[in-house]
Nanobody, 115 residues
Framework: QVQLVESGGGLVQPGGSLRLSCALSGSIFSSYGMAWYRQAPEKQRDLVAAITSLSRTTYSASVEGRFTISRDNAKNTVYLQMNSLKPEDTAVYYC?????????WGQGTQVTVSS
Protein backbone atom coordinates (compact mmCIF):
# COMPACT_ATOMS: atom_id res chain seq x y z
CA GLN A 1 0.00 0.00 0.00
CA VAL A 2 1.45 3.34 -1.09
CA GLN A 3 1.49 6.02 1.58
CA LEU A 4 2.51 9.66 1.34
CA VAL A 5 3.38 11.59 4.48
CA GLU A 6 3.84 15.35 4.26
CA SER A 7 5.61 17.61 6.73
CA GLY A 8 6.99 21.12 7.01
CA GLY A 9 3.91 23.31 6.96
CA GLY A 10 3.28 26.09 9.41
CA LEU A 11 2.84 29.81 9.95
CA VAL A 12 5.28 32.19 8.30
CA GLN A 13 5.41 35.93 7.73
CA PRO A 14 5.15 37.41 4.25
CA GLY A 15 8.52 37.23 2.54
CA GLY A 16 9.55 34.21 4.56
CA SER A 17 10.42 30.67 3.52
CA LEU A 18 9.26 27.13 4.23
CA ARG A 19 10.28 23.74 2.95
CA LEU A 20 7.70 21.00 2.58
CA SER A 21 8.66 17.34 2.48
CA CYS A 22 6.71 14.32 1.29
CA ALA A 23 7.93 10.80 1.93
CA LEU A 24 6.58 7.87 -0.09
CA SER A 25 6.50 4.34 1.26
CA GLY A 26 5.19 1.06 -0.08
CA SER A 27 6.46 1.32 -3.64
CA ILE A 28 9.41 2.28 -5.83
CA PHE A 29 9.63 6.05 -5.42
CA SER A 30 11.93 6.66 -8.36
CA SER A 31 9.29 5.43 -10.81
CA TYR A 32 6.70 8.01 -9.81
CA GLY A 33 6.01 11.45 -11.10
CA MET A 34 5.56 13.66 -8.04
CA ALA A 35 3.69 16.90 -7.60
CA TRP A 36 2.48 19.44 -5.10
CA TYR A 37 -1.03 20.83 -5.22
CA ARG A 38 -2.72 23.36 -2.97
CA GLN A 39 -6.25 24.18 -2.00
CA ALA A 40 -7.35 27.40 -0.38
CA PRO A 41 -10.70 27.62 1.44
CA GLU A 42 -13.65 27.45 -0.95
CA LYS A 43 -11.36 27.09 -3.96
CA GLN A 44 -10.43 24.18 -6.17
CA ARG A 45 -7.24 22.19 -5.76
CA ASP A 46 -4.59 23.53 -8.14
CA LEU A 47 -1.26 22.23 -9.31
CA VAL A 48 1.69 24.13 -7.84
CA ALA A 49 4.71 22.21 -9.14
CA ALA A 50 5.55 18.83 -10.61
CA ILE A 51 8.67 16.76 -11.15
CA THR A 52 8.90 13.73 -13.42
CA SER A 53 10.79 10.52 -12.71
CA LEU A 54 13.58 12.04 -14.84
CA SER A 55 13.52 15.21 -12.68
CA ARG A 56 11.98 17.49 -15.24
CA THR A 57 10.06 20.22 -13.48
CA THR A 58 7.07 22.43 -14.18
CA TYR A 59 5.54 25.24 -12.14
CA SER A 60 2.37 27.24 -12.05
CA ALA A 61 2.78 30.82 -13.15
CA SER A 62 1.92 32.07 -9.67
CA VAL A 63 4.94 30.39 -8.04
CA GLU A 64 7.48 30.36 -10.88
CA GLY A 65 10.76 31.83 -9.63
CA ARG A 66 9.77 31.57 -5.95
CA PHE A 67 9.20 27.84 -5.41
CA THR A 68 11.49 24.94 -6.23
CA ILE A 69 10.46 21.30 -6.42
CA SER A 70 13.11 18.61 -6.05
CA ARG A 71 13.38 14.93 -5.30
CA ASP A 72 15.79 12.65 -3.49
CA ASN A 73 15.30 9.10 -4.72
CA ALA A 74 17.64 7.72 -2.06
CA LYS A 75 15.31 9.11 0.63
CA ASN A 76 12.03 8.44 -1.22
CA THR A 77 11.19 12.09 -0.69
CA VAL A 78 10.04 15.05 -2.72
CA TYR A 79 10.52 18.61 -1.50
CA LEU A 80 8.96 21.98 -2.15
CA GLN A 81 11.16 24.91 -1.22
CA MET A 82 8.97 27.99 -0.93
CA ASN A 83 10.60 31.42 -0.83
CA SER A 84 9.24 34.96 -0.87
CA LEU A 85 5.93 33.68 0.46
CA LYS A 86 2.83 35.79 0.01
CA PRO A 87 -0.50 35.77 1.87
CA GLU A 88 -2.11 34.34 -1.27
CA ASP A 89 0.07 31.25 -0.88
CA THR A 90 -1.97 30.32 2.18
CA ALA A 91 -3.56 26.92 1.58
CA VAL A 92 -3.45 23.26 2.41
CA TYR A 93 -0.64 21.72 0.37
CA TYR A 94 -1.04 18.16 -0.88
CA CYS A 95 1.59 15.79 -2.20
CA UNK A 96 0.67 13.63 -5.20
CA UNK A 97 2.33 10.55 -6.67
CA UNK A 98 1.37 9.27 -10.12
CA UNK A 99 2.45 6.29 -12.17
CA UNK A 100 0.46 5.15 -15.21
CA UNK A 101 -3.10 4.79 -13.89
CA UNK A 102 -2.12 4.87 -10.22
CA UNK A 103 -2.60 8.11 -8.35
CA UNK A 104 -2.01 8.72 -4.64
CA TRP A 105 -2.48 11.68 -2.29
CA GLY A 106 -1.04 12.71 1.03
CA GLN A 107 -3.15 14.01 3.90
CA GLY A 108 -2.16 17.62 3.36
CA THR A 109 -0.20 20.16 5.36
CA GLN A 110 -1.36 23.68 6.21
CA VAL A 111 0.71 26.66 5.11
CA THR A 112 -0.36 30.03 6.47
CA VAL A 113 1.35 33.24 5.38
CA SER A 114 0.38 36.09 7.66
CA SER A 115 1.88 38.90 9.66
Amino acid sequence: QVQLVESGGGLVQPGGSLRLSCALSGSIFSSYGMAWYRQAPEKQRDLVAAITSLSRTTYSASVEGRFTISRDNAKNTVYLQMNSLKPEDTAVYYCNAALLQRNYWGQGTQVTVSS
